[in-house]
C-alpha cells in the first residue's frame, strides 16, 4: 500500500517536473517568436491562447498536479499566459504602425506605378504635320479670332452683304449683333494678316471654324482647317502648283496633282486640288468613288480686291492662297471613317494615336 502510493507519487512528481519543462521551454518559444505577417500573429495566438490551444489544454492538466506542486504550475502556467499575450499585443501594435507609416508614405520600396503617357489628338498631330512641312519652305504659323466680324470673314474676301456666295457657307451669327459671328472659315486670318504685314507673306493659318451644318459622318459644325497665303512681287500660279505639289509628296506621299476650275470669291482664278490617290486596294475605291482622285483642298490666286481691301497694292503685288480640312486630311491618312470620332473622346480611339508623334 505505502509502496503503491510511493509509485504513484513518484510516477506524479516526474510527470510534473516534465510539464513545468514544457512550460518552460514553451515560455522561451514565445519568447523568441517573430513576425511582421499579420497572418502569422494570429495563428501564433491560436496556437497558444485559442479554446483550444497549448494552455488550455495545460490548463486541464492542473486538476492531476500533485496540490503541494499547483501553486507552482500555475505560477508557471500564468507566466506562460502572460508572456503569449503580451507577445501577440506587441506584434500587433508593430504591425499596426507599420500600417500608419504605410498610410502616410506608402510602401517606400514597391516599384513605382507606371506613368500613363497620354497621346495627342489626331487633329494636332495633323496640323502639327501641315504646319512642320510648310515651315520647310518658309511659312509661319499665324492665328486670328474665332468670333469675328463680317469684315475680315466675308466683306474683305470679296463677298459683300447679299452676295449670294456667303450662302456656300452657313453661318452662326450672334443674335445681338449680325456684325459678329463665328468664322466660317480660316481665310479670315488672311485679311488680318495683310492688314498687319508687309509683304513678301508666307504664312499658314491653322485654327477652327464653325459653321451651320447638320452633323453627319462627313459634316460636322465646328471643325478645322489650315489656310495658306503667299504675297510677294510676280508670284504666279506655277509657284502655287510647285507648293501644293510639294506639300501632297510630303503629307501623302504622292506626287501627282490636278488643278480643276472652281470658284471662290477671293481667288482669281480659283481651283480645287485633287490628288491621284490609286486604286490599288477596295478602300481606294470607295473613298475615291472609283476615279482614283480626291479632292483635298481649295487654292487660288489672290483676287486684287481682297489685296486691296488689305491695303496691299495689287499692281505691285500678287500671291496665291489655299484652304484646307484638317479632318478631311486626317481621315485620308488615318482611313477614319467618320468625323464624329474625332470629339467623341473615346479613348479606344484616341489611344491608337499614342505611337504618332
Ligand atoms: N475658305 C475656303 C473654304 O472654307 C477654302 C479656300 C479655298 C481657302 C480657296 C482659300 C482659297 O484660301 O484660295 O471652303
Given at each position: ?14 510527470i510534473?517536473d516534465?510539464m513545468l519543462d ?8 514565445v519568447?523568441s517568436?517573430?513576425?511582421t ?10 496556437k ?10 495545460l490548463?486541464?492538466?492542473f486538476k ?7 501553486k ?14 503580451e507577445?501577440?499585443?506587441a ?8 500600417i500608419e507609416?504605410k498610410?502616410i508614405?506608402?510602401?517606400?520600396t ?6 500613363e503617357?497620354g497621346s ?7 496640323k502639327?504635320q501641315i504646319?512642320e ?8 504659323v499665324?492665328e ?6 463680317d ?8 463677298l459683300?452683304e447679299y ?5 456656300m457657307q ?17 481665310s479670315s486670318?488672311?485679311?488680318r494678316y495683310?492688314?498687319?504685314n508687309e ?6 493659318s ?11 459622318a462627313?459634316?460636322?459644325?465646328i471643325f ?5 497665303l503667299y504675297i ?5 500660279f506655277?509657284d ?5 505639289l510639294?506639300?501632297?509628296k510630303?503629307?501623302f506621299g504622292k506626287?501627282?496633282?490636278r488643278?480643276?476650275?472652281s470658284?471662290?470669291?477671293?481667288t ?5 486640288v485633287?490628288?491621284y490617290w490609286?486604286?490599288?486596294t ?5 473613298i475615291?468613288k472609283g476615279t ?7 487654292c487660288?490666286m489672290?483676287?486684287p480686291?481682297v ?21 478631311r486630311?486626317?481621315?485620308?491618312l488615318y482611313q477614319?471613317p ?6 467623341e473622346?473615346d ?6 494615336f499614342k505611337?504618332?508623334?
Open positions: 500500500m505505502i509502496l503503491n502510493s510511493l509509485k504513484k507519487f513518484k510516477f506524479v512528481a516526474s510534473f516534465k514544457r512550460v518552460k521551454q514553451l515560455i522561451g518559444e519568447a517568436f517573430k513576425t505577417n499579420t497572418e502569422e500573429v494570429e495563428s501564433f495566438r491560436i497558444y491562447l485559442g479554446s483550444k490551444g497549448i494552455l488550455k489544454e490548463f486541464s492538466e492531476n498536479v500533485d496540490p503541494a506542486s499547483r507552482e504550475f500555475g505560477q508557471a502556467l500564468n507566466n506562460l499566459k502572460k508572456a503569449a499575450e507577445k501577440v499585443e506584434l500587433n501594435r508593430v504591425l499596426e504602425n507599420a507609416e498610410g508614405y506608402g510602401d517606400l514597391r516599384p513605382s506605378e507606371p506613368i503617357l495627342r489628338h489626331p487633329i494636332s498631330l495633323v502639327n504646319i512641312v510648310f515651315n520647310r519652305i518658309g511659312f509661319t499665324s486670328g479670332p474665332e468670333i469675328e466680324d469684315w475680315h470673314n466675308f466683306t474683305a474676301l470679296n459683300p452676295h449670294p456666295a456667303r450662302d452657313d453661318t452662326f451669327f450672334i443674335e445681338q449683333d449680325p456684325d459678329i459671328l463665328l468664322r466660317t472659315h480660316t486670318v488672311q485679311v495683310m492688314e498687319n509683304p513678301p507673306i508666307r504664312t499658314i491653322p485654327g477652327r471654324v464653325f459653321r451651320n451644318e447638320d452633323i453627319s462627313r459634316a460636322h459644325c478645322h482647317q489650315v489656310e495658306g510677294d512681287t510676280d508670284v504666279s506655277a502655287l502648283k510647285q507648293t501644293l510639294y506639300f501632297t510630303e503629307m506626287s501627282k496633282i488643278l480643276r476650275p470658284y471662290f470669291p477671293f482669281e482664278p480659283s481651283a480645287e485633287d490628288i490609286g486604286l490599288e477596295e478602300t481606294d475605291y470607295r475615291t482614283g482622285w480626291l479632292e483635298i483642298m481649295g487660288g489672290v483676287d480686291n489685296l486691296k481691301n488689305a491695303n496691299i497694292d495689287p499692281n505691285k503685288y500678287s500671291g496665291y492662297a489655299f484652304g484646307m480640312g484638317i479632318e486630311i486626317a481621315m485620308l477614319i467618320d468625323i464624329r470620332m474625332f470629339y473622346n479613348k479606344r480611339f484616341l489611344e491608337q505611337s504618332v508623334i
